[in-house]
């Protein structure tokens, strides 16, 4: 009788682990397992409804399945109803067990969106980076939950602002809080004006599109309100597009400013019109791209050192074919300015005929290394990383090349050539030697000038032409010879080109540009600062 109370107790608590063992994951299951399913059913509304779930369960995984069905990662079995999430690797977890399958099973489908799901994607996840301990993740939260107006984040944005002490996160969470306002029918007239001009003050094309967003059959204290704060983000935005323009310009300028000052040595130290410096640009973007190529066959890894690499190898090319130019043909034609024009306009084709043969007619592809791509927000300007390199570049190499004109013997016997060549002879100077070196440093920055424009514009045989004339006039508008001059005219016409341009066009731009420096020209020909010197004045 013992051993079969015994064995009946054996066998009772057997039962019971087994039935705790079979209820364990009815037990754990939660808003977020139950949300699993209406993932699988391919369903827009059921989609939408499961990220909403998930995003409110508080599930470790929530975060990365929100996203994961907005980059297409999140999948699911159409017979078996499974949803697993895809990896950076591309390995597979399944959601409901957590297990990483060793196979990815076959068939499986992206989960689908439209316009509301994604809508539905940028909300959660703005709900869920709420609370995050990173700021840059809470102001981005703030941000994606003003855009989307989503009330159900009213209750998280009202309990982060009252912890919140960031001082940009809390202005953002203000303004998503405002813009849910402004948009909720059962706002209070009072909220509803604060609201208004709060988004009045954010002074963005966002906080416009948002204001005009109000019923037009508001109270009149609203339309009023609505109206002022319309008339202060405009103008807000007329100051920051002004603003934008003379950006445009700065960079426009410093590439006209790379292109020119080569030109700027050899036309004001040796008077040569030298048609073929747009040539030694274009060999400057090829150097780039032939390194380019050598790195992505051979080292990748380095790809991002290319630009680097190539600045000294363009330079000393480029510096090399002008050397050549001037003791082939240039030093043959001094004091005849019209057949060196024609001598250096046929150099020209050849040079642009030579790479068409050896590289083909069509574009080439150079890459921007990683810390020279994208952009960021200065308040209401956007400032792309490679043109604010340029500049940096370009005010760098102008730095340079003063040092070097100031405070090296070259430099010295460069600008004694420049004022009164015959006395600088006179004194045991080799012009020659000057001249050649000159003509070859001019060349070597024109290169190093190609190297920054293959960043912005197509590495082609073509290239140097679109930048030869606006060097001339850059020149000549800044004054002959002088670098000073040089630097305050490329600018200064960079930022004309980009304040005429919206009005004009670029193309009749550019001729305006031309017919005022024609009649600057008349009035001061030798520029803006005209050199000093015995033989520059007679």
Known sequence: MNSIRAISRKLAAVSAVTLALLCAPLAHAGPFEDALPKLAADSFSDTADAITAIAASGHADAEPVVSGIGQGNVLFDPATKAVYLRDAAGKVKNLATGAVEAKTPEGLRPVRQNNRVRT????ALGTLRLVSPDANKRLDAANAVFKSRDVSAMNLIETSLAKETDARVKKALNEARAAILISQPNTSEKERIAAIQLIGAKGDNDALALLRSVPANASPDVKAATAAAIATVERSLAYWEVGQNVWYGLS????????AIGLAITFGVMGVINMAHGEMVMIGAYVTFVVQEVIRQNYP????????I??????????FVGVLIERGIIRFLYGRPLETLLATWGLSLILQQAVRTAFGPTNREVG?????????????LAITYNRLWII????????MLLFVLRFTRFGLEMRAVTQNRRMASSM??????????????????AGIAGVALSQIDNVSPNLGQGYIIDSFLVVV????????????????LGIANKFLEPFAGAVLGKIIILVLIIIFIQKKPRGLFALKGRAVEA
């Not at 190539?310 to 510096?319: E, R």
């Open 120 to 123: 539905t994607v940028d909300a």
């Open 252 to 259: 426009l300028g410093s590439v006209l400013l790379l292109a």
């Open 301 to 308: 890894g380095l790809f991002d050192y290319s630009l680097a």
């Open 310 to 319: 190539a600045l000294p190898l363009a330079f000393l090319t480029a510096g």
């Open 368 to 380: 921007a290394p990683s810390w020279m791509s994208g952009a960021f927000e200065l308040g209401g």
């Open 392 to 399: 940096v570049f370009s005010m760098s190499v102008f730095v």
């Open 428 to 445: 045991g100077i080799k012009t020659s030697y000057v001249d050649a070196l000159t003509f070859g440093l001019g060349s070597g920055i």
């Open 477 to 492: 508008f800044g004054g002959v010879g002088n670098l000073f001059g040089t630097l305050i005219a490329a600018l200064s």
